[in-house]
Structures are given as structure tokens and as C-alpha cells.
């Protein structure tokens, strides 16, 4: 039942893209996208919900494909702040209420100088 | 405008004890949920409180139990500590009715010996 991120680990240079999947075995409602760095608690970036748009600010933006169960999440121009671990937070139903949310697996991101 | 706030930060224990970790949800929020973070894993759900009453559960035994207060924050109580249960625990509060993403506090880091 946990969504599958991929890849698992990826060092980038500065100034490089990145693409991160996540990948779920259930129907969606919203793909929740949040970044960890070492120690800390969980940030949040964006939330993608069922039936909507791409969402994006600054350098990082995400989709979500309701057909597939899949979203992905794109950082441009990578920063050295950029580095942390990736994670997607899943409600599979809403039912009008907020639901627990199921994290995948994680993607350990590196920008190096 | 507070953030979610948890507390202790840090706290040591040895097997079989108890421990309660507390949180005070994001100003105007009106739900809370519980998360344990073990080392290099994603969040796992623990349970879900909406007007003092515990709304969802998570695959966790009934060593854990929590309670909210009618001012929205929360305690976690974990009864007969195993090893195990040393782990990251992430309180997250949001809005039950609106389409909206967990905002999460700075968790508390629990040592079990």
C-alpha cells in the first residue's frame, strides 16, 4: 500500500534538473509532496488534488496523472538548499474530510557545488 | 502566527516505561494527527483526533493512545516501551474540512534503552 518513489537516492550538480516519481497501487485523491532535511520535521511544497492542475512556484513544480496514480515532482536549476529527502504524502479517499496521509518510500536528493 | 509546537524535543526512556509527548496545533486548526518517523523511513500514520475524539487509526497496538483537549492539542501516550518504539514522532495539524495539506511540528526524538 506504500506509493513507491523513485529513484531511491540522486546527486546533482548545481544548476542541474531533477525528477522525482511517485507511484501508488490505490486510486488517489491528492498527492501531498514534502521536503525533509536531516533532523528536521517534514516541509511542506505542494499538494496536488484529484482533478486538478499542475502546480508550481519558484523552481519546483509537480503533476499528478489520476489515470495512472502517479505524480511526479520537478526541481529546475537545482540549489544547494534543494538537498533533503523527498517524500509523498497520499490520501487515497477524502469523503469530504481530511484523511491520514500514506508517505512513500522516500528520494534522497544531493546537490553538490 | 504559532507553527505547530511539540514537546519535550528529546527524551530517553527504558523498556516497559510509559512516555506522553504533547502538541499544540498550527493557530485555527482543528485537527491532529500522529506520525512515527523510524531512521530512514517515511512517516507512518498513528491516529487522527477531530473534536477530542480518536477519527482514524493506523496499524499501531493499543499501547498507543492519544487524546486531544477542547483547545486542539494533543498528547501520545506510549504504554510498556519495546525498543522498537524509538523513533521520530511528528505531530501534523490541519483543517478537517478544507482541501488543504498537514502542517507538521519539529517532532520529538524518543530513545528507547
Known amino acids: 500500500q506504500q506509493p513507491v518513489q523513485s529513484p531511491q537516492a540522486v546527486i546533482l550538480r548545481e544548476g542541474e534538473d531533477a525528477v522525482i516519481n511517485c507511484s501508488s497501487s490505490k486510486a488517489l485523491y491528492s498527492v501531498h509532496w514534502y521536503r525533509q532535511k536531516h533532523g528536521e520535521a517534514p516541509v511542506f511544497l505542494m499538494i496536488l488534488l484529484k482533478g486538478g492542475e499542475q502546480k508550481g512556484h519558484d523552481k519546483i513544480s509537480a503533476s499528478f496523472n489520476e489515470k495512472k496514480q502517479q505524480s511526479s515532482l520537478y526541481l529546475t536549476a537545482s540549489q544547494l538548499s534543494y538537498s533533503g529527502t523527498y517524500f509523498c504524502?497520499?490520501?487515497?479517499?477524502?469523503?469530504?474530510?481530511?484523511?491520514?496521509?500514506?508517505f512513500g518510500t522516500g528520494t534522497l536528493l544531493a546537490v553538490q557545488p | 502566527d504559532a507553527g505547530v509546537t511539540q514537546s519535550p524535543t528529546h527524551l530517553i526512556k527504558t523498556r516497559g516505561q510509559q512516555v506522553t509527548l504533547r502538541c499544540s496545533p498550527k493557530s485555527g486548526h482543528d485537527t491532529v494527527s500522529w506520525y512515527q518517523q523510524a531512521l530512514g523511513q517515511g512517516p507512518q500514520f498513528i491516529f487522527q483526533?477531530?473534536?477530542?475524539?480518536?477519527?482514524q487509526r493506523g496499524n499501531f497496538p493499543d499501547r498507543f493512545s492519544g487524546h486531544q483537549f477542547p483547545n486542539y492539542s494533543s498528547e501520545l501516550n506510549v504504554n510498556a516501551l519495546l525498543l522498537g518504539d524509538s523513533a521520530l514522532y511528528l505531530c501534523?495539524?490541519?483543517?478537517?474540512?478544507?482541501?488543504?495539506?498537514?502542517?507538521f511540528g519539529p517532532g520529538t526524538r524518543l530513545l528507547v534503552l
Open positions: 501534523a495539524s490541519s483543517l478537517l474540512l478544507v482541501q488543504e495539506t498537514q502542517y
Open positions: 504524502g497520499t490520501e487515497i479517499l477524502r469523503g469530504g474530510a481530511t484523511n491520514k496521509l500514506i
Open positions: 483526533y477531530y473534536e477530542e475524539e480518536e477519527r
